[in-house]
């Protein structure tokens, strides 16, 4: 496709507002509170801010330098930008193909939240217990195709937004809502720290007992933190293309980096006083927030509006993030296959439905949809944030700091010389040698130690 055809997000706030849209989901209010349970809580969180911050902040601006400097999908990208002859193209393949694995199960999440939109206009959860909802769970879970159906309506929606286009599509949809679902989040935690155990919950959440702190600990808040920030994986590549050449990428990545890391803790506060208080452990896995929630509305009066509001946002939310993983097969399909971008959505999504629905069933009670002990839902997620986006992660990284020109570097950063270059000599530098050798000391230490 010629350059002038590519599109581009409208205003220097419709690339805070895509990037936002895509960073913020289900990885901050279902999979952040699900790590955290699992790896300590406190340890979990200070582990999780110091890397979303040093590694995950440089990273997500490498992203957009390779993107608006090559303005084309990651698999352009890095053919653009290295030269035919080498084998940098492979990471925009490992990308694509990364899209396709976590668009597969995350979809079945987001198939959840629209059942539960669904649940909560019917009102199904007033008046219920602890035990009955969480065999809510259960049962819409286990249903026979209640899952799968809402899985592939998502994946349809999907496909709709992102066959009309980036700036029709993507953009509109994220301006408004995403500053809405803050709000929401911010009432929910008042209500939850008003709960008798608020402070059971907060101390968990918030004091650290440093002794957790393993290699297990490490990567599962790097991989949280890739993932949460949609970083590792080319999909920050495809929106970095779209950039205005005014746009300020290092300050607008801060900001989304700020504004992500906000929404997990404000759920983490939603969620671990909730789960104190009902004695829900916080360990418990891909339930916890599909249990804790509906607890905490019920406890609130206007709940049933509240409830309502929020999955609806989080249906949107949801939305705006598999968006932006099916732009990376879509801008792949239309930039290296020619296909049209209403086919490559199309196609794209109907692969993915064929994995994520395997993805789903395996969450079945009793499925037989495992592979050594873990689910196929439970591999997919493993497989792409502890391995394939820290590997992505650390050779983009490396890319952009050892790889490219340092003087096309920096024309990216000050928008060729237009902002002051200080402290994004320093940024550089990170990127040169902070964030490589941090993921790779914390991936190796993972191999080693299991
Ligand atoms: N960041 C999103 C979330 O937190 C999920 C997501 C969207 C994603 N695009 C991604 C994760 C690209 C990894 C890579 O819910």
Redesign the pocket.
Known sequence: MSEHKRENFSSKLGIIVATAG???????????PCEAGANGGGAFLIVYLCLALLIGTPLMISEFVIGRRSRSNPVGAFRRLAGKKNAWPVVGYMGVL??FL?LAF?TTVAGWTLGYLAKSVLNHFAGQDLPQIQQQFVDFTNHQWWPIVCQLVFLALTALVVARGVKDGIEKWSKVLMPLLLVIMFVLCVKSLTLSGAGEGLRFFFNPDFSKINGRVLISALGQS???????????ITYGSYIGKNDNMASSALGVVLA?TLV?VLAGIVIFPAAFTFGIQPEAGASLAFTTLPMVFQQMSGGYVFCLMFFLLLVI??L??????LE?IVAAFTEELQLSRPKSAWIGAAATAVIGVLATLSFRTGSPLHIGSSTVFDLLDHV??LYI?PIGGLLIVIFVGWRMKKADVMDELTNNGKLRAGIRNAIRLIIRYLAPVAIAVIFISQLIGK
């Open positions: 895509s960073a913020l989901g289900l990885g901050n209010i279902y999979r952040f990364c899209a976590i995350y890739f993932f949460s920030l949609s970083i590792g994986m080319g999909a920050l992500d997990a939310a949801t705006t993030s598999t968006i932006s993983l990376v792409t944030a986006m």
